[in-house]
C-alpha cells in the first residue's frame, strides 16, 4: 500500500539542526512532490515547503526561508527535510504529505492525500 | 493567500447537521481543500478541488463554494466526525496555505 514512513522523534539543542526523513513506497516516487507540514502543540498545521521528486527542485515559505532545506535521494525514495538554527519555538511535530493531483475537467487540482505518521521534535536546552 | 475559517470552534450533538467556513483573501478558484485530524494522528484528505470527495470518505461531508468563499457541510454528526477540521488552498502551487482550524467538539 501506499506509504510514507518518517524517521524517529528528536530531541536537538538551540541553535542546532535536525534531519528527518520521509520514505516512500507504494507508488512511482518521482511522480508526485513531497510537502512538509509541521504542528506546533495545540496548534495548527504550517506549511513548511515542498520538493519535486523527479527534479529535486523545492518552494519554500516565506516563514521558514533559509532555514529549511528539502532533498530527495531517487535511489532510496526517500526526501528530507533539514531545519537549522533550532528555537524552542520549532518543538512541533514535523508530517510529511505526497503531494497529489486529480485531473478535472482538464485541471489539476493539487492536495496531500498521503501523510506520514508525523515526527517529534523537540527543541531544549 | 491568507486563510480565514469560522467558528474557531463548535459544540454539536450526534445527529445534528454542521457547516464551516472558509474565506481567502484573494479568490483562489475553486483550489481549495479540507482535512479532518484527529488528536494524535495525521490529517486525512476528505474533499479536493473544494466540492469533490475523495474516495472512501463517506458521502455526508460536503464542500461548496468558488472564489473566496467555501464550505464544509457535514449532514448528520456521527461520533467519529468529532474532530478538527482544516481548509487548504493550492491555487498558488506548489506554495501552500492552511486555515487555522475549526475544532468540533461534541455537546
Known amino acids: 500500500q501506499i506509504q510514507l514512513v518518517q524517521s524517529g522523534g528528536e530531541v536537538q539543542k538551540p541553535g542546532a539542526s535536525v534531519k528527518v526523513s520521509c520514505k516512500a513506497s507504494g507508488y512511482s516516487f518521482t511522480t508526485f512532490g513531497i510537502s512538509w507540514v509541521r504542528q506546533a502543540p495545540g496548534q495548527g498545521l504550517e506549511w513548511m515547503g515542498w520538493?519535486?521528486?523527479?527534479?529535486?527542485?523545492?518552494n519554500y515559505a516565506q516563514n521558514f526561508q533559509g532555514r529549511v532545506t528539502l532533498t530527495r535521494d531517487t535511489s532510496t525514495d526517500t526526501v528530507y527535510m533539514e531545519l537549522r538554527s533550532l528555537r524552542s519555538d520549532d518543538t512541533a511535530v514535523y508530517y510529511c504529505?505526497?503531494?497529489?493531483?486529480?485531473?478535472?475537467?482538464?485541471?489539476?487540482?493539487?492536495?496531500?492525500?498521503?501523510w506520514g505518521k508525523g515526527t517529534t521534535v523537540t527543541v531544549s536546552s | 493567500i491568507q486563510l480565514t475559517q469560522s467558528p474557531a470552534s463548535l459544540s454539536a450533538s450526534v445527529g445534528d447537521r454542521v457547516t464551516i467556513t472558509c474565506r481567502a483573501s484573494q479568490t483562489v478558484s475553486n483550489y481549495l481543500n479540507w482535512y479532518q485530524q484527529k488528536p494524535g494522528k495525521a490529517p486525512r484528505l476528505l474533499i479536493f478541488?473544494?466540492?469533490s470527495l475523495k474516495s472512501g470518505v463517506p458521502s455526508r461531508f460536503n464542500g461548496s463554494g468558488s472564489g473566496t468563499d467555501f464550505s464544509l457541510t457535514i449532514s448528520s454528526l456521527q461520533p467519529e466526525d468529532f474532530a478538527t477540521y482544516y481548509c487548504?488552498?493550492?491555487?498558488?502551487?506548489?506554495?501552500?496555505?492552511f486555515g487555522q482550524g475549526t475544532k468540533l467538539e461534541i455537546k
Open positions: 520538493i519535486n521528486a523527479e527534479h529535486g527542485n523545492s
Open positions: 487548504q488552498q493550492s491555487f498558488t502551487t506548489p506554495l501552500y496555505t
Open positions: 504529505a505526497r503531494d497529489h493531483h486529480d485531473i478535472l475537467s482538464g485541471n489539476f487540482y493539487y492536495n496531500m492525500d498521503v
Open positions: 478541488a473544494a466540492s
